[in-house]
């Protein structure tokens, strides 16, 4: 009998077959807004003295009674 070429499990042509089946949805620009989307920037507020995540409108810090807040814009 004879043998047959390649990985008989597969095929000879697996690898070719795997590569075009590959949705085209992972392009590198489809990835590149998965990792930066282009969203608007956000800003975070918080106490700088005990660190607790405040409302922007908030003027004192409801753990701690600070009236030193930050607000850190987040890309």
Do not use: W
């Not at 990985?7 to 590198?28: D, F, H, Q, W, Y």
């Not at 918080?46 to 995540?53: A, D, P, Q, V």
């Amino acid at each position: 009998m004879k043998r047959l070429a390649g990985n008989r499990e597969c095929g000879p042509n697996a690898p070719t077959v795997a590569r075009s089946s590959i949705p085209s949805m992972l392009s590198k620009q489809f990835i590149q807004q998965i990792i930066r989307p282009e969203s608007p920037s956000t800003t975070h507020h918080e106490c700088r003295h005990c660190g607790y995540s405040v409302e922007k409108d908030v003027d004192e810090c409801p753990q701690c009674g600070s009236h030193e807040i930050a607000a850190y814009d987040l890309e």
